[in-house]
């Protein structure tokens, strides 16, 4: 293989790929046929170009399929890994609210046990307040009578 059969295979390949937007870039640019006009090599070279076009617009196809297929496995697994950190961002955010809602339910019991002791201890001081009051109006009314009684005694 001599360099002059490696300027035709680089034309061949780019050649093939002219027409596919966005991928000639990727190749070698096309070169101006070897030799002189008229020599016979430079339609050698379009006929084999012709002759590949079928099989480089299979391997392109194919490697498109490839690129298309990575990058779709790519960013599955990437959104399969934002949606796992969502879930678990989701799943703290559950396991906290509850052990907030847990603290607030123990708070709630304690102020309604507070609450029954003072209810209790209200209805105990009422009942001694209502001990004291009738206490207070029979010692009046014993009060009351006694200077009657000693008034009647005396007589």
């Not at 298309?68 to 790519?74: K, L, N, P, T």
């Not at 209805?123 to 009046?140: A, G, P, R, S, T």
Request: glycine content about 6%.
């Amino acid at each position: 293989m001599g360099p002059g059969d490696f300027r035709r295979f680089r034309q061949r390949i780019s050649q093939g790929l002219q027409g596919l937007p966005g991928r000639a870039e990727l190749w070698f640019p096309p070169r101006p046929a070897c030799g002189f006009p008229g020599d016979g090599r430079s339609t050698d070279v379009q006929e084999e170009a012709l002759a590949a076009s079928p099989l480089l617009e299979d391997l392109r196809r194919r490697l498109t399929r490839a690129f298309q297929w990575a990058v779709q496995r790519g960013t599955s697994r990437r959104e399969r890994e934002a949606a796992a950190a969502a879930a678990a961002r989701e799943e703290q955010s559950w396991a906290r609210l509850e052990a907030t809602l847990a603290g607030l339910r123990a708070e709630l019991v304690e102020m309604h046990f507070q609450n029954h002791q003072l209810a209790r201890t209200l209805l105990d001081l009422n009942m001694k307040v209502q001990q004291l009051k009738k206490e207070y109006e029979l010692e009046i009314t014993s009060d009351s009578q006694s200077p009657k009684d000693d008034a009647v005694n005396l007589e």
